[in-house]
């Protein structure tokens, strides 16, 4: 888990109210990704950024905002639009060769 | 398209003997492929990886995996199991060139190491 950090590990949320995860590293690496994780169904992109100020849907962007303003941060808001957001939430970013290093994961829980 | 195949959901194995989890993949081109280890709550730690070389990797925690380009295959494997290795494994895979284009994973292995 060692250069990346995500806050808050626990974090819950109320009907209709939108979220923010936090995903910071210091890794000096340009690309970085949010992944869902569900029990039994792997890792599931949502968004990805190969550069600042630029970002690209995944698999099950729906629901869910990124920005990219800064090359450390990549924060993720999941918004009311998200039906079923309870999940574990990872963030990695990766280095020139393509290595993905992980976040510790933030566990969300709709009320 | 790109895709990665774990064909066992689980598996068992008795402390002290060889495990092997098995991973296939599909790529176009040549492939760059990963293991990573999750313990419970916890992010994916990564392994070993394959980019280019001798086909043996030998990784992180005794783990080593062979690749074979002719069975699209990457398992991991460890002479001796631990009960400490008992947790859910991933491999994934990105094609050669793709720059820092997302890893495509598999759905997950988990290993269970019975004392």
């Known amino acids: 888990d060692g250069g990346i950090t995500q806050s808050p590990k626990y974090l819950f949320r109320k009907e209709g109210q939108n979220v923010t995860l936090s995903c910071e590293q210091n890794?000096?690496?340009?690309?970085m990704y949010w992944y869902r994780q569900d029990p039994g169904q792997g890792l599931r992109l949502i968004y990805y950024?190969?550069?600042?100020?630029?970002?690209q849907k995944g698999d099950i962007a729906e629901g869910y905002s990124v920005s990219r303003e800064k090359k450390e941060s990549f924060p993720l808001t999941v918004t009311s639009a998200q039906k079923n957001p309870t999940a574990f939430y990872l963030c990695a970013s990766s280095s020139v060769l393509g290595e993905q290093f992980f976040g510790p994961g933030t566990r969300l829980t709709v009320l | 398209a790109q895709s990665v195949a774990q064909p066992e959901d689980q598996v068992n194995v008795a402390e002290g003997n060889p495990l092997t989890v098995k991973c296939t993949y599909s790529v176009s081109g040549n492939p760059y492929l990963f293991w990573y280890v999750q313990y419970p709550n916890r992010g994916l730690q990564f392994l070993l990886k394959?980019?280019?070389?001798?086909?043996l990797v030998k990784g992180s925690y005794g783990f080593e995996a062979e690749f074979n380009k002719s069975q699209t295959s990457f398992h991991l494997k460890k002479p001796s199991a631990l009960v400490s290795d008992s947790a859910l494994y991933f491999c994934a895979v990105r094609g050669v060139g793709a720059g820092n284009t997302p890893l495509v994973f598999g759905k997950g292995t988990r290993l269970s190491v019975i004392a």
């Open positions: 950024s190969q550069i600042v100020n630029d970002f």
């Open positions: 890794l000096n690496h340009d690309a």
């Open positions: 394959y980019i280019t070389g001798d086909n």
